[in-house]
């Protein structure tokens, strides 16, 4: 039998090569001793997330001490913080691309500087690189009555189109207001969803057309999606929603044929949800002529009596209105639309205009 004789070197790597998964099995998943935490907030259409470890107070002198002023910190502990935009955003009137960023912070005890860096992937701040910045922003800090034990971020003053994303430390906070094109935004969102399953369903186009309309922006794009929406089915809904644009594109005669038919094809439900909305919206007069053309069409039936009963309040007549609150009330199918209307004849019966 012949024997196989190992060099030292090759017996070596022969062991090595044994040993080294052996070795790799015996890494630990231990907690961390800063815990990990992420948190995340929508502002339009637009999501924020904040990917962070969590260090305490522990006893210790946090600002000018554990976290020196003037260099620059983690905000956090371990590896780097990130914050992630989904869109393009604004951090203090200021433009920054959608992408997940390394947070850093420079601290000084009457302003602080927010980096947001390019790179994302480093361990705490030891590896930043001001070349790899792709924004500062300056803030103001702010001190709190109570000490926050644990570092955290939070969403505050959220807003429409803004929040102010604010780290939470120690008795200060530091906080910096991230912004969105919120109609830029949506209007893109809609176009992409109109390129699909969207353009086939009446809502979906009447849903991007109302939404122009109420921004009062690209109505002449928001004029061609309620034509679209009338040619996959002729409803109320969309030959309103067209009448409103072209008025609002000053084209009045359009939009007075367009309406009269929308009137034509339109049931009880809908004229009276109609005649509430231009009560929202304050327009009153208009609402009483849809609530008479509804008691008109519709005399009798839930809708019809609660026409009625608008128009005899808006005149003064409580009793009246009461009266044919009551009729409706009968009529109505449901018990939640029961409760709704004896509210409307609680109101009347103590001689409160219920259009009000």
């Known amino acids: 039998m012949k024997t196989i004789k190992l060099q030292p070197f090759a017996l070596c790597l022969s062991i090595l090569a044994v040993a080294a998964p052996v070795f790799a099995q015996n890494d630990l998943n231990l907690p961390d001793v800063s815990q990990a935490a992420e948190v995340k907030q929508r502002i339009a259409l637009t999501d924020i997330m904040v990917n962070y470890h969590r260090p305490l107070v522990n006893g210790r002198k946090i600002w000018g001490g554990l976290v020196p002023y003037g260099k620059v910190w983690r905000a956090g502990a371990n590896e780097n913080t990130t914050i992630e935009f989904s869109d393009p955003v604004s951090v203090e009137g200021k433009p920054l691309a959608k ?64 929040t102010a994303v604010t780290l939470k430390w120690e008795k200060l906070g530091v906080p910096f207001t991230v912004s969105v094109n919120d109609a830029d935004q949506t209007l893109q969102n809609i176009r992409a969803q109109l390129k699909g399953r969207g353009q086939f369903t009446w809502q979906s186009l009447d849903e991007g057309a109302q939404f122009c309309l109420t921004r009062k922006i690209n109505l002449d794009e928001a004029l061609r999606w309620a034509d679209a929406s009338i040619q996959n089915e002729e409803r109320f809904d969309n030959l309103s929603t067209k009448a409103d644009i072209l008025r609002a594109l000053n084209r009045p005669d359009e939009a007075k044929t367009v309406w009269n038919h929308a009137l034509e094809i339109a049931n009880a439900p809908q004229l009276y949800t109609y005649g509430r909305q231009l009560q929202n919206q304050k327009k009153g007069a208009e609402a ?67 259009n009000k």
Do not use: C
Not at 106 to 124: A, L, M
């Open 99 to 162: 992408g997940t960023y390394g947070l850093h912070m420079i601290p000084n005890q009457d302003s602080w500087t927010v980096i947001f860096s390019k790179t994302n992937t480093g361990w705490g701040s030891y590896s930043y690189d001001q070349k790899e910045d792709a924004l500062r922003v300056d803030v103001k800090p702010r001190p709190f009555a109570e000490n926050k034990e644990a570092l955290e971020f939070d969403f505050e003053d959220l807003k429409p189109t803004s």
């Open 288 to 354: 009483m002529e849809i609530f008479k053309e509804v008691a008109k069409r519709f005399p009798q039936g839930v809708y019809g009596y609660l026409a009625q009963a608008r128009i005899k309040s808006s005149a003064g007549d409580f009793a009246g209105a009461a009266n044919d609150a009551k009729q409706a009330q009968a009529a109505a199918p449901t018990d939640a639309q029961k409760q709704s209307i004896q509210a409307l004849i609680t109101r009347l019966d103590a001689k409160q205009d219920i």
